[in-house]
Every structure is written in structure tokens, then in C-alpha cells.
């Protein structure tokens, strides 16, 4: 008997992924990193550096997920507005951090060069733990069961790789892929019948294109591994049958 | 004087990203779409093959945005369930489309290829109009403001093409990217100033590391030229004074 498994969510927060402009690569690496440890990740939402839409999602996700991890926003210029917003979903006061003040020293021994801007990066929710940044020392931080980090994906990393003993690590999500050589309208009838036999265990479909035409990889995924095995098996013995 | 612009949301449906197995392509696409034609992606939410998930979402999303476009959950196979998911969440009906039969039979010509798995892919909640699938041919739909797309990106890229003609198209947003040659923080009370002074602009500042260290790219947004043009020569101003 295992505990169900820790859910989570992923809130990015930044205008320039919803203009399409950049491309969100850190909700993707945040995603193979909980199925590593077994957290399930049941949603991930983008808004817009927008404090209203911010709140809205966070006190969403928060109230509905174990965890929730956002990324962007936390940095020194005006648009960055996620610890504010942070502080107002949780209805705590913010101001610069005496913890985060000292770690931003370490990077801008010169005060000259520790000014507003850079300042505002220590600006952290009351009540908050930090999460170091190893990359350029401005820290993210937990309230709760949210963890702020942020956006440049070389640091998000970084934080994520400090945050991840604290979650609760759970048996991984085991997956093993089968690559069909057929059509998906060709497997998809013995493909339910497989699914049916072994209600325990997720199999998903997915097809693609290259060079050689229509192809589909058959993705079995559970955190049993001889229940992994027994239905990998089947659907090899499926796909054999139709050759 | 110009009209409001039109919103949207884009639900990706799938376990494969939310597992990191597959990284989400397609709203990137979409975004820099609606960018172009002038429609403010507002929200972008990924969500499991799970009924009460797409439900609950898609219900969320058609009644605050103008538009919400889907992509994933229409192939053959049994993890295919977006289709079905959109009739519930409109309270319609779903079967068998006689016009999306027609289009399979266009490529399945021999009956025994048209199998029962194929057909699901004719499946089409009542009420709604088709999206032409060059691709493949099994179409897509739209039922009112929700438009249903596949999840393999090349054939979502020809529905998008399909239907960018049917979306409001506003004043595109222009955008003019400033690289900053300095790190962030030794921009951000400047810009913010230079901000502050054009409040009809939307200026974002996004780090970012390369092989000479940190640096910064200051993007200026609107839907007007002269308002662009002018708030972008104050920040190549501030950004000379800086040096």
C-alpha cells in the first residue's frame, strides 16, 4: 500500500511567454524533474505579469495542489511583480529581507552597485523561507506550499535542484516507450483492449512524423514496475500480431 | 479610437507534458499567431487526459476569453478524449459526423483501413463546424468561441492556418527589442523611469546569460507605432547616458 502520491502544479508567470516571444523550456524541466521524484503534475498555467491574474491563479492552484512552483517575475526591474503579488495571495506584508540584503552583498560588495533596482530582489513576503540562488545569489523563497523561483532558466535550475529534497518524494513515475511501426488508427482498437486488461497502468498514444512517414510510440507509465512490465509485454505481443 | 482587442486561451490537453516526456510546442506557436493578428493570448493552461480536467478548464476559459483554442486528445486511440470532453462541457451530444466521415474516407479508401478506432476520429460534438486537417484529414472542430485542434504539431500548425482567417484581427502588436549591453539591475531605476513616462507602452526587461556574462533585452510593446517609436528612442537614450 503506497500514499497517493503528492500532486502539483506549475504557475509561469511572464508576458514575453504569452507574446510568444520566448519559449517556456522551464515548465518542461520542472515537469520531468517531479515525475523523477514521483510528484504527480496536474496543471500548469502561464498569466501575464499581471498582479490581478497572478493572485487569482496562485490562490487557485495553491488551495487545490500539494505544491505549487512558480518561475519569472522575481527580478530587479519594474515589471517583475511576483513577490508583491505573492504577498498579496497570501495576505502577509513584504519588505527587503535582512537574509536576502546580505546575499545580494556577496555579489555587489560596492553599495553603489546594490541599488534600488537590485534591492527590490530582496524584497520577500513576511513569514517566507528563501531559496538559494547559486547562479546570481538573488534568492526565491517558499510560503507554504508555494516555491517562488525565477525565470532565467540556467537559475530556475539551480533552484530547483536546492527545493527538490524538500518535496515529498514519492515511488517515481516509471515509463518505459514502445515504438509501434504502425499507424495509430492501425493499433487503436488492441491498443484499448490492452489498456482495459491492465486498468492499473497508463498507456498513452502518441503519434508523429518523420521521414518514413506516420509512426506512433506507445508511452506505458506506472509506479508498479512489475505492472509496467506485465503490460510493456502485452503490447509488444499486440503489436507483433499485427505484422 | 480602436476596439478593444479580442482575448484568448490556449488549453493544451495531454499527459505526455505534463509527464516532461513531451515538451509543448504548440502554444509557443499559437502565441506568436495571435501576436501578429492582434488577439491577447491572456492565459495558457496544460491540463491531463482527464474528463472533469478538460471540463472544468475549457468551462473556465470560454467564459472569460474570447476565444480558447485547444490542442491534443482528437487522435484514435482510447487516451483521445478531448472530443468527448468538449460535448460535456457544452452539455451537447456527440457521435459520428457524417462530414467527418467523408474526410476519412478521402484517405482510408479501402473500408478495412476506416476501422473503429479511425472512426472516433469522426466523433464531433453536435452543433459544431469542422476545421479542415491538410494533413491528415481527420478535422479538427469549433463549437461557439472554443476552437479543438490536433496535438501533433505540424497538423496543429494547419488547423491554426485554417482558422486564423475566423479570429477578430486587431491592431497587430508591434514590439522592438533593445539589447541593453548591461545587466539588469544596473538598468532597472532608469527604466522604470522611462516606463513610468510612456504609461501606454508596455516595456518588459529579460535577462539573460551568454558566453560574455549577464545581459539584458529590453522589449517595448503596442498596438501604436509613433507610441513605440517614441518610448524605445527614450530607452536607447537612457541606455547611452548609461555608458
Chains 1, 2 share one sequence.
Do not use: C, W
Amino acid at each position: 500500500m503506497t500514499a497517493t502520491p503528492a500532486t502539483a502544479a506549475v504557475l509561469v508567470i511572464g508576458d514575453e511567454v504569452l507574446s510568444g516571444r520566448t519559449r517556456d523550456t522551464n515548465s518542461g524541466h520542472i515537469a520531468a524533474r517531479l515525475t523523477e521524484i514521483g510528484v504527480d503534475l496536474k496543471e500548469v498555467r502561464v498569466v501575464a505579469d499581471d498582479e490581478a491574474a497572478i493572485v487569482e491563479a496562485l490562490n487557485a492552484l495553491r488551495a487545490r495542489y500539494a505544491y505549487v512552483l512558480t518561475t519569472g517575475g522575481i527580478g530587479p526591474t519594474h515589471d517583475d511583480i511576483t513577490a508583491d503579488s505573492v504577498a498579496k495571495a497570501f495576505g502577509v506584508g513584504i519588505d527587503h529581507d535582512p537574509r536576502a540584503v546580505a546575499m545580494l552583498r556577496e555579489r555587489f560588495a560596492d553599495p553603489a552597485d546594490l541599488n534600488e533596482g537590485r534591492l527590490r530582489m530582496a524584497r520577500i513576503p513576511f513569514g517566507a523561507d528563501l531559496i538559494a540562488n547559486p547562479v546570481s545569489k538573488a534568492p526565491g523563497f517558499r510560503l507554504e506550499n508555494v516555491f517562488v523561483m525565477a525565470g532565467v532558466p540556467s537559475i530556475m535550475a539551480a533552484m530547483l535542484d536546492e527545493i527538490t529534497p524538500l518535496l515529498a518524494h514519492g515511488a517515481p513515475i516509471r515509463s518505459e516507450t514502445i515504438r509501434a511501426d504502425a499507424k495509430e488508427g492501425d493499433i487503436a482498437t488492441p491498443l484499448a483492449a490492452v489498456q482495459k486488461a491492465h486498468p492499473g497502468v497508463a498507456i498513452g498514444s502518441y503519434p508523429y512524423m518523420d521521414a518514413e512517414g506516420f509512426n506512433t510510440n506507445v508511452v506505458v507509465r506506472s509506479r508498479d514496475a512489475d505492472a509496467l512490465a506485465a503490460a510493456a509485454a502485452d503490447v509488444r505481443a499486440m503489436l507483433a500480431a499485427l505484422r
